[in-house]
């Protein structure tokens, strides 16, 4: 929490590594088993990405963390469209404040964010919404502000990966 200029790179950049890419070195790691295995037994499997509710808009004294859950948010909706005719549910959740150390780890003045929510309700809501949505809000405020821009998002993200399946079908025949 504070002024970009004013915190350390250090802190930015550790940002980036925990909130990007360790869930991308993750998934990398695990997808693939996961899939192969699914497949093998004819289940599905899941991947939750947790996201922000930030995710949506730029925030002033949060720019790293909030652009950071934006690229998770991006990346899972980009990896849904991808991975849609197997048997694998992504979901990013999209939650308000939570109530953990996060509040005073980050610097943010007054402890605890107001409105933190507790951990176990924003994992019962996420658990609850993987397999139904790609993106989940685990509080009424969030949902409200954002899902019309989710769901608008989710289309657009259909359409293109539409739009390059039928591309890639074509070269594939033109190639054979």
């Known amino acids: 929490f504070g002024a970009f200029l004013e ?5 930015g950049e550790a940002t980036v590594l925990v909130n990007a890419l360790a869930p991308m070195a993750l998934a990398r790691a695990l997808l693939p088993g ?4 699914a497949e093998a037994e004819g289940r599905r499997c899941g991947l939750l ?3 922000s509710s930030l995710a949506f808009t730029p925030t002033p004294y949060a720019a790293i963390y909030a652009a950071t859950k934006a690229f998770v948010l991006s990346w899972t ?7 849609a005719r197997r048997p694998i549910d992504l979901l990013a959740v ?6 953990t ?9 007054g402890g605890q ?10 994992a019962r809501c996420a658990l609850a919404a993987l397999g139904r949505r790609t993106v989940a809000f685990t509080e009424p ?5 954002f899902r019309p821009a989710s769901d608008l998002r989710l289309l657009a993200s259909g359409g293109i990966a539409a739009g390059l399946d039928l591309y890639r079908a074509m070269r594939e025949r033109r190639a054979s």
Not at 7 to 11: F, M
Not at 94 to 99: D, E, F, K, T, Y
């Open 77 to 83: 909706e980009a990896l849904a469209a991808e991975l």
């Open 7 to 11: 915190n350390e790179p250090e802190h």
């Open 34 to 37: 996961m899939l192969s295995r």
């Open 141 to 145: 405020a969030s949902a409200l502000a």
């Open 101 to 109: 150390h996060f509040a005073k780890r980050a610097g943010f003045p």
């Open 94 to 99: 999209c939650p308000g404040p939570v109530a």
């Open 113 to 122: 964010l107001p409105g933190a929510q507790q951990p176990d309700t924003v």
């Open 49 to 51: 990405n947790v996201a």
